[in-house]
């Protein structure tokens, strides 16, 4: 397109050509049935469905039937035939192919011979044979079809010409579509039946004009003049002539219905709302009224826009309603009227004809016949998160739902609320895309924030919402009962074990392991608070399940020599239960150890070290009670150790494990029998001894090993953890390289 603009811009008007009697012949065919006005019931009943693909575009509509398309480009498009009378659709042979407005003549071509064969049988094809037109360099183009005669388009000195070829009485007619001189940047555009909207600017000294020409292609005349567009930043988007009026499409940064009343400079502008972009709305004609709409609402993913209906407007009232919910494609019947494919809700998807109702005039819609596809999202088959019971470790540690939806364009939602913390869980969502309609959401047992969640009773809802806001939402909702096996050092009940974090202040409080180490520091995880009034005890250790209540629990040592046995309930709010007093006389220990299971009847049991490096074994019983055995001499010499760490099973042993760390900063094993007693020790390696505590943390990383946590009181100006994986490997039973977990703000508490 050729830009003549000094100024660089753009300037659209349009000029309507009124096709009269110059050389447009239609070809007379025999009687066929016209379209029967039928009820969506009607055609539910007597009518089988629409044969046409979803996203079929109508590109005309003739007597017995209409031709439509799919894809984008017209050489590799496919093209159909579908009769109104509820028959067959019929695919045509491969190659471009053009209707013709009100007709059920179909255009092929074969090199420069174009045939326009009728669909309904009842008249011979017509042969136009363009090659003798136009010249060596530069052929005839075709854009319209209007009724058997040819609206082609010819460039001469690079400037568009519109030319119109038929053939009268066996030759060739050649004829020239009349327009003002000095235009540029011609757009076309179909402006209703039989009539063709040609949009160009045009230079009047000293400025560009900007017009609507009226033109009888018979007399090449311009009839009427139109003031069009207000400046040169808007565009024409589309044309419609109506009885007594003219209407286009303005647009720039909102769309604008304009109209004038004919033989007047009078124009008036209606804003249309709209959500969407300006650009691409359409306007038709039927009678005194401009039926508009942005097409595609049927498969669009934008949300709500107004301009998904096609809307009819009074240009002599201003009066304004919808007829249908969206529409994809129109095209006008023999009669004048207006066939759309589109959808209501009320009758779904399918062909609808618009009319003048005969007593009011105004238009209607009416189903001419159904696709069977409804226009409101339908779920045809579901998969629904769990009722009861739900056991997430069967499950394989994710929960999965899915709807299958009658269209595409729709967003799946999945929202679970653990009752009682009213805590959430929002897996990401399906968004649509793509030609999938059977959206799933996977949830993988984390709350929005990452935290893993809770064990317990939930609510879900799931929610599948039209992408363009056609329709109501489709909800699902439900209940079900969390459950896992019990984990190590797992104290609030979501699966994973946790940090026992003692400040400076007295307060205790948990860390997700596995959160700090996703996050990579304390600074973003959660903290659940357990309570203040702790530095009463001068050792804390998790020995984890003593009590037999299937959870980990705690022991604590206060400054008397008293030891606390405080029972684990794996519940977020109170991890663990009220102190039951265990005994006196536990301050002969410098050094406690649990969460090992070292004597083989899977109750975990308790280590400590008496000052005079004596190594005592305390069996648990499963009893809240009565928690301890009584105690085992294991052996004497661990006085050279200052710290010793139960870790479960590190080293792939047949029990518990023990790591120990030498006054000279060398870590030792011991490999855990079965009996309550060791292997001989195997040597680590050596530098632990700049790490204040360390801590057998369970499998932080969900390799299905436990894993090892160090405390290191302070690297440059901030303390330090580090996690050691474990490897299941006796020789070397920690990895050598190390994960951070750095908090960054001054902290000098204590772990657990």
């Not at 007709?103 to 309904?120: E, F, I, N, Q, R």
């Not at 069009?228 to 286009?248: C, E, F, K, M, Q």
């Not at 105004?362 to 159904?370: E, S």
């Not at 996703?518 to 804390?540: C, H, K, M, Q, V």
Request: proline share 6%; aromatic share 10%.
């Amino acid at each position: 397109m050729k830009h003549l603009s000094p100024a660089g811009r753009r300037l659209s008007v349009a000029v309507v050509l009124a096709l009269t009697t110059g050389g447009l012949t239609v070809p007379v065919l025999a009687a066929a049935p016209a379209v029967a006005s039928v009820t969506a019931q009607d055609a539910a009943e007597e009518q089988t469905p629409l044969d046409i693909p979803e996203d079929a575009k109508l590109l005309s509509a003739g007597r017995t039937g209409m031709l439509t398309s799919t894809g984008w480009q017209p050489e590799t498009a496919e093209y159909r035939w579908t009769p109104y009378s509820g028959g067959p659709t019929v695919t045509l042979p491969a190659g471009p192919k053009w209707g013709s407005t009100g007709t059920d003549l179909v255009a092929s071509k074969d090199g420069d011979v174009y045939t326009l064969t009728d669909m309904s049988g009842t008249a011979a094809p017509v042969v136009i044979d363009t090659s003798g037109l136009g010249t060596t360099g530069e052929r005839y183009h075709l854009r319209r079809v209007i009724g058997t005669t040819l609206l082609m388009t010819f460039y001469v000195d690079y400037e568009v010409t519109y030319r119109l070829v038929s053939v009268e009485d066996g030759r060739i007619v050649d004829r020239p579509v009349a327009t003002p001189v000095g235009r540029w940047d011609y757009d076309l555009y179909d402006a209703g039946p039989g009539r063709i909207a040609i949009g160009y600017g045009r230079y009047e000294p000293p400025q560009y004009a900007q017009r609507i020409c009226v033109v009888d292609v018979a007399t090449g005349e311009v009839t009427e003049t139109y003031e069009a567009i207000p400046d040169s930043s808007y565009r024409v988007g589309s044309v419609a002539r109506a009885t007594n009026h003219l209407a286009w499409i303005e647009w720039r940064q909102n769309p604008v219905l304009a109209y004038a009343e004919r033989g007047t400079q009078d124009v008036r502008r209606v804003p249309l709302a709209t959500t969407g972009e300006a650009s691409g709305v359409e306007v038709r004609p039927l009678g005194d009224w401009a039926l508009y709409v942005r097409p595609g609402g049927g498969t669009a993913s934008t949300g709500a826009d107004p301009l998904h209906a096609l809307t009819a407007r009074s240009l002599t009232t201003g009066e304004t309603f919808p007829l249908l919910d969206h529409a994809s494609s129109t095209a006008y019947d023999q009669d004048g009227n207006l066939l759309v494919l589109g959808g209501t809700l009320a009758h779904g998807e399918g062909l609808y004809r618009i009319a003048p109702d005969g007593v009011t005039g105004k238009p209607t819609a009416t189903l001419v016949r159904g696709s069977g596809r409804p226009t409101a999202l339908t779920v045809l088959e579901e998969t629904l998160p769990p009722t009861g019971t739900f056991d997430f470790d069967r499950a394989g540690g994710e929960l999965t739902a899915s709807l299958k939806l009658s269209r595409s364009n729709a967003t799946l939602d999945l929202t679970l609320t653990h009752t009682a913390s009213g805590r959430t869980a929002r897996p990401n969502s399906h968004r649509p895309g793509g030609n999938l309609s059977h959206p799933a959401v996977t949830w993988d047992g984390r709350f929005d924030d990452g935290y893993r969640a809770y064990n317990g009773a939930y609510t879900w809802k799931l929610t599948a919402t039209p992408a363009n806001g056609i329709g109501p939402t489709v909800v699902r909702t439900g209940s079900f009962t969390l459950t896992r096996a019990p984990r190590p050092r797992d104290f609030d009940g979501n699966g994973s074990p946790d940090v026992l974090v003692r400040e400076r202040n007295g307060y205790l409080s948990l860390y997700d392991a596995r959160q700090i180490s996703d996050l990579g520091s304390f600074e973003w995880a959660r903290e659940t608070l357990i309570g203040p009034g702790w530095n009463t005890y001068d050792r804390i250790t998790a020995t984890g399940n003593l009590g037999g209540s299937r959870n980990d629990d705690l022991v604590a040592r206060d400054k008397t020599g008293v030891l606390w046995f405080f029972e684990g309930k794996a519940d977020f709010k109170a991890p663990f239960g009220a102190r039951v007093r265990v005994g006196s006389g536990w301050q002969v220990y410098d050094k406690l150890a649990g969460g090992s299971e070292l004597t083989g009847d899977g109750r975990n049991d308790l280590l400590a070290t008496d000052k005079d490096g004596v190594l005592w074994l305390y069996a648990g019983t499963g009893s809240a009670t009565r928690p301890f055995a009584t105690r085992k001499r294991i052996g004497s010499g661990w006085g050279v150790y200052n710290t010793l760490a139960a870790t479960g099973n590190l080293a792939g042993g047949p029990a518990g494990d023990l790591v120990a760390r030498d006054r000279s900063g060398v870590l030792w094993l011991y490999l855990g029998k079965g009996d309550g007693t060791f292997a001989p020790r195997t040597r680590i390696g050596g530098g632990w001894g700049a790490f204040k505590g360390l801590v057998g943390a369970g499998d932080v990383t969900g390799d299905g090993r436990n894993d090892l946590i160090v405390h290191r009181e302070r690297v440059g100006e901030y303390p330090e953890l580090r996690l050691y994986q474990g490897t299941g490997q006796w020789s070397a039973p920690l990895a050598p390289m190390a994960f951070p977990l750095h908090r960054y703000e001054y902290w000098n508490g204590e772990i657990y």
